[in-house]
C-alpha cells in the first residue's frame, strides 16, 4: 500500500470504535506533498462529518493554520497562546509565536511615543532600518517611551511602493531571489545590512539582484513585541 492508503486505514481503525475524541501525533510526517494535501482535508472532513474532537500535532505550520478552529502554541512545554488561527497569525503575543506561526520579519527598535490608533495601542519606534508604527497585541502590556522591543511584519506584508511616505518604508537592493510560481520570495539587504524577507504574490515582473527597491507596510500589518 502506499502512504496515503496506510495512513486512512490506520484513521480507519480508529475510528471503527466510534471515539469522542481522535488524538493525532504529525500523521502526515512521511508523506509527499501532494498527499499531504489530499490527507488534511480527509482527516478535517471526517472530524467534521462524525462530530468529533480531534487533537492534531504538528510542526508544520500550514497543516496547523489550515485544519485547525483553534490552535495553542506551545514553547518548551507550555502553552504561550491560544486561539484561531487568523488571531495567532494576525496577532501573535510574542516573537517566538510570530516567527512558530509563519515567517517573519523581526527588528530591534526603541519606542518614540505611543498613540491611539482605531481603539489599538498604537505605538511609534526608530530602528537602524528606520522609522515604524504599529500596535501592540499583547492586553496587559504597554511599552514605556525610550523602552526597548521588537517590530514583526510578515514577508506578505511589505509591498513595494515609490509613494515617498516616511514612516513604515524600508530602503534596500535585492540580495537574492527565489521563484516558486505563484509568488517570488526575496531577500532585501537594507543600508545598516539587515536582511528582509519580502513575498511578492502573482509576480509579472522579476526584479533583479542588486535592484534598489523602496518596501512599506501597512500599520495594521505593524505588530510591536516585548523583547
Same mark, same amino acid.
Given at each position: 500500500?502506499?502512504?496515503?492508503?496506510?495512513?486512512?486505514?490506520?484513521?480507519?481503525?480508529?475510528?471503527?470504535?466510534?471515539?469522542?475524541?481522535?488524538? *493525532?501525533?504529525?500523521? *502526515?510526517?512521511?508523506?509527499?506533498?501532494?498527499?499531504? *494535501?489530499?490527507?488534511?482535508?480527509?482527516?478535517?472532513?471526517?472530524?467534521?462529518?462524525?462530530?468529533?474532537?480531534?487533537?492534531?500535532?504538528?510542526? !508544520?505550520?500550514?497543516?496547523?493554520?489550515?485544519?485547525?478552529?483553534?490552535?495553542?502554541?506551545?514553547?518548551?512545554?507550555?502553552?504561550?497562546?491560544?486561539?484561531?488561527?487568523?488571531?495567532?497569525?494576525?496577532?501573535?503575543?510574542?516573537?517566538?509565536?510570530?516567527?512558530?506561526?509563519?515567517?517573519?520579519? *523581526?527588528?530591534?527598535?526603541?519606542?518614540?511615543?505611543?498613540?491611539?490608533?482605531?481603539?489599538?495601542?498604537?505605538?511609534?519606534?526608530?530602528?537602524?532600518?528606520?522609522?515604524?508604527?504599529?500596535?501592540?497585541?499583547?492586553?496587559?502590556?504597554?511599552?514605556?517611551?525610550?523602552?526597548?522591543?521588537?517590530?514583526?511584519?510578515?514577508?506578505?506584508?511589505?509591498?513595494?511602493?515609490?509613494?515617498?511616505?516616511?514612516?513604515?518604508?524600508?530602503?534596500?537592493?535585492?540580495?537574492?531571489?527565489?521563484?516558486?510560481?505563484?509568488?517570488?520570495?526575496?531577500?532585501?539587504?537594507?543600508?545598516?545590512?539587515?536582511?528582509?524577507?519580502?513575498?511578492?504574490?502573482?509576480?509579472?515582473?522579476?526584479?533583479?539582484?542588486?535592484?534598489?527597491?523602496?518596501?512599506?507596510? !501597512?500599520?495594521?500589518?505593524?505588530?510591536?513585541?516585548?523583547?
Amino acid at each position: 500500500m502506499s502512504g496515503g492508503q496506510q495512513q486512512r486505514v490506520a484513521l480507519a481503525r480508529a475510528l471503527v470504535v466510534k471515539p469522542k475524541c481522535l488524538l *493525532l501525533d504529525e500523521p *502526515l510526517s512521511n508523506l509527499d506533498a501532494k498527499l499531504r *494535501l489530499e490527507m488534511r482535508s480527509e482527516i478535517r472532513r471526517i472530524v467534521k462529518e462524525n462530530n468529533l474532537t480531534g487533537v492534531y500535532v504538528t510542526h !508544520d505550520q500550514e497543516e496547523a493554520l489550515s485544519m485547525a478552529d483553534r490552535m495553542a502554541v506551545l514553547d518548551g512545554g507550555r502553552i504561550v497562546q491560544t486561539g484561531t488561527p487568523e488571531e495567532i497569525y494576525r496577532n501573535p503575543l510574542s516573537a517566538h509565536v510570530a516567527g512558530f506561526i509563519g515567517e517573519t520579519n *523581526l527588528v530591534e527598535a526603541t519606542v518614540d511615543r505611543i498613540v491611539r490608533d482605531d481603539g489599538l495601542l498604537g505605538v511609534r519606534v526608530s530602528s537602524a532600518a528606520g522609522q515604524f508604527h504599529g500596535h501592540v497585541t499583547r492586553g496587559n502590556w504597554r511599552p514605556q517611551e525610550g523602552s526597548k522591543v521588537l517590530v514583526s511584519i510578515r514577508p506578505e506584508s511589505l509591498y513595494v511602493d515609490n509613494s515617498g511616505i516616511p514612516i513604515n518604508r524600508v530602503m534596500g537592493r535585492v540580495a537574492d531571489r527565489m521563484y516558486l510560481g505563484r509568488n517570488v520570495r526575496y531577500r532585501i539587504r537594507d543600508a545598516g545590512g539587515h536582511l528582509w524577507h519580502v513575498t511578492e504574490t502573482n509576480p509579472h515582473v522579476m526584479r533583479g539582484e542588486g535592484e534598489a527597491i523602496m518596501l512599506t507596510a !501597512d500599520p495594521s500589518d505593524v505588530i510591536v513585541l516585548q523583547p
